[in-house]
């Protein structure tokens, strides 16, 4: 199956910008891998890295306010995010074409080329607006410099949606569909945000490393002795049908 091109936008203020040189070498020294012949410049190039098709390319201008505020009122990672974002000058586009592969791989090699542009760079941070991201610097590189191996960095892939309701709390994932999953909802629990929030991200790790499909009317133990029960049914946060968690 082909997957969609992925795409995500370093963020950059007061003029600065990447060097692709500096990028391309911190590439091979902390990833490895093969990195064919790049053709281009600091402007915009292109490159294949184990089998994927890499893009990156710089634009002089902010990204659109209107298309990176929606997201920066709720992120909540990056509290400050509109303030700090005032200054912006640039952007670079990351592109991983469309094109055959593991999501996961696509998705992982996506991330190791956004942590080259970070760390050798004054990038702020990184805007990813099919999945509504926006992380800030210090957060991709921490969640990136500690990984372990074989988990998966799902704050940089997944958004998940924290509301409150009434009395009550609900949680959302937004991004899962780009690993052909549902994407899953909580609606009106009684746990607390903090506790909803870590249910979805256990879960929603699990179904990415695991390629896990959820289906109706099962359940999912997500402790011992704590069965969850599954049902599909429209979304109420997110477009199309959701798995509905019942906590």
């Known amino acids: ?3 969609n091109t992925l795409l995500a936008m370093p963020i950059f203020n007061n003029g600065e910008r990447y060097q692709l040189n500096k990028v391309v070498d911190d590439l091979k020294q902390r990833w490895g891998g093969n990195i064919i012949e790049i053709g281009g410049d600091d402007e915009a190039a292109v490159t294949d890295i184990a089998g994927q098709s890499v893009a990156i390319a710089f634009m002089s201008v902010p990204i659109p306010s209107g298309d990176i505020e929606g997201t920066a009122k709720y992120a ?3 509290p400050r995010a509109i303030e700090d974002l005032a200054d912006m000058s640039g952007h670079a586009i990351v ?5 055959d592969g593991n999501p996961v791989e696509r ?3 996506l991330s190791k080329v956004l942590y080259s542009v970070l760390a050798t760079s004054s990038a702020i941070g990184v805007y990813q ?3 509504s991201l926006l992380i800030p610097r210090r957060q991709y590189l921490g969640v990136m410099d500690n990984l ?3 988990d998966i960095p799902l704050s940089l892939w997944i958004y998940i949606g924290l509301r409150e309701y009434k009395s009550a709390n609900c949680a959302y994932t937004y991004g899962l569909t780009e690993f052909n999953k549902k994407e899953i909802e909580v609606i009106n629990s009684e746990l607390d945000l903090e506790n909803l929030y870590e249910v979805l991200f256990n879960i929603s790790s699990y179904v990415i490393n695991g390629d896990v499909t959820l289906n109706d009317g099962e359940t999912i133990g997500y402790t011992a002795e704590h069965k969850i029960g ?3 049914s429209k979304g109420e946060f997110v477009k199309g049908e959701s798995i509905k968690l019942l906590i």
């Open 148 to 150: 372990d191996p074989g």
């Open 1 to 3: 199956m082909e997957s």
């Open 95 to 99: 592109s991983i074409m469309a094109g």
């Open 230 to 232: 599954i049902k599909c």
């Open 129 to 131: 607006g099919g999945q």
């Open 76 to 78: 909540y990672n990056w």
């Open 107 to 109: 998705f992982m090699l």
